[in-house]
């Protein structure tokens, strides 16, 4: 079990990222979280195997179709053991 937080820049809200998101996840088996960022950004922090992640990580490069993707980062951070499901936060 790993935990990535990851940062998505380009056009990505407005576009049902965060949403979208949520569902790949969720169809991943991932646990965590997704947001916009003041700057226009989404950041999440996932939650799984390396390859839940890494196939959410590949997939926050395309995101819905509306969105322009410009760059994803991405930085292993602490396990949460709190996180149970895949959240859209405000």
Not at 23 to 40: D, I, M, S
Not at 45 to 68: F, M, R, S
Request: charged share 20%.
């Amino acid at each position: 079990m790993q935990a990535w937080h990851i940062v998505v820049s380009g056009k990505v809200q407005g576009v049902y990222y965060r949403v979208s998101t949520a569902k790949r996840a969720e169809q991943l088996g991932v646990k965590g979280w997704v947001r916009n960022l003041p700057n226009g950004d989404v950041e999440m922090v996932a939650q799984g195997t390396e390859g839940q992640l890494n196939a959410l990580y590949n997939w926050c490069h395309e995101g819905p179709v509306l969105a322009k993707v410009e760059s994803v980062s991405r930085l292993k951070v602490p396990i949460d053991s709190k996180l149970v499901a895949f959240d859209v936060l405000k």
